[in-house]
Structures are given as structure tokens and as C-alpha cells.
């Protein structure tokens, strides 16, 4: 899948063109929005802290702690950074990894891209409109689900808006 590296590094925002390491374009995100050029400073203001810690420094919540890991209302759920909607509630299922689970996200929404933490490879998802850390995304764990891929998403990273 993607190459291993020698010398792991923390998941970071790196460009195809800076990167150290070659991943398909298709797994490269694109920050559309003015969002993603906030400070600390910026960030921090507008953010709670365990907000900050997850979106900005690519933190995880504890597992079944979240808001969101057992809701199933219809709506959609947004970026809790910018308010750029991610996921509809259609594509939520009950995976029991402890954090929301996402079988899509909508088109364009959410980016992948490698991350090389503790040893291992895995593919972080950020939010395409500020960068902001969401979790992680798997494939091929066998779930019954159209794309046989669990979107493992952190509550504090989204916020959900009921459909009326």
C-alpha cells in the first residue's frame, strides 16, 4: 500500500511535492478554505481545548466517550472547526470500535492521507475545508457496509445538525 519508512514520523500535512514519502494523489487533500491559514492563536480562541488537542493536534478521544458514538438521528454531521458538513446520517453504522463509525463521507468533504505513528501505517482523514484531524479511515474489516471502509471518527471533531 504505502511504503515504509525507517524513521516513523507523526501524521503531518505534507504536499505531494515535500512529502518524504509517495502516496497516490487521490489520497492527497486540497484545503479549499482560508480556515486552514488560522494561527495557534486563531485556532485556540474559537476551539475548546479538547477541541484544539484533537482537530489541530491530531489527538483522539478516549473510546466510548464520545457524544456521537451511539446517536443515529437523521441529519448531517459538520466539521466541528468550520462547519463544513462531512458525513449524512445514512452512512453512520454501529461498528463497535467506541468512536462514531462512517461507511462515506460526502463528495469532497474529507481528505486521506498516510500516517506513519507508533510503527505502523494507517490513513488519517481531515477535513477538507480547514485541515482539521477527524480520525482514521480502514478498510477490508468485513463490516456490511457499500464500501467496505469504517470511517473511525472522533465526536469532538464533529457536530451534528438534525434534519428538520
Same mark, same amino acid.
Given at each position: 500500500m504505502f511504503p515504509i519508512l525507517k524513521k516513523p514520523f507523526a501524521c503531518a500535512f505534507r504536499s505531494v511535492s515535500?512529502? @518524504?514519502?509517495? *502516496?497516490?494523489r487521490a489520497l492527497t487533500y486540497s484545503l479549499t478554505s482560508r480556515m486552514a491559514q488560522k494561527s495557534e492563536q486563531e485556532w485556540r480562541a474559537i476551539l475548546s481545548p479538547e477541541q484544539f488537542r484533537i482537530l489541530r493536534e491530531k489527538g483522539t478521544e478516549i473510546p466510548n466517550t464520545g457524544e456521537y458514538n451511539k446517536?443515529?438521528?437523521k441529519g448531517v454531521y459538520h466539521c466541528a472547526g468550520c462547519n463544513a458538513p462531512l458525513y449524512v446520517s445514512d452512512t453512520k453504522f454501529d461498528s463497535g470500535c467506541g468512536w462514531p463509525a462512517f461507511f462515506d463521507a460526502l463528495p469532497?468533504?474529507?481528505?486521506r492521507q498516510p500516517c506513519f505513528m507508533k510503527g505502523y501505517? @494507517?490513513?488519517e482523514i481531515i477535513c477538507n475545508a480547514c485541515g482539521g484531524h477527524l480520525g482514521h479511515v480502514f478498510k477490508g474489516e468485513? *463490516?456490511?457496509v457499500p464500501t467496505d471502509e469504517r470511517h473511525c471518527v472522533n465526536s469532538v471533531s464533529i457536530k451534528f445538525d438534525e434534519k428538520k
Open positions: 515535500h512529502s @518524504r514519502v509517495a *502516496f497516490p446517536h443515529f438521528g469532497g468533504a474529507v481528505g501505517e @494507517r490513513t468485513g *463490516f456490511d
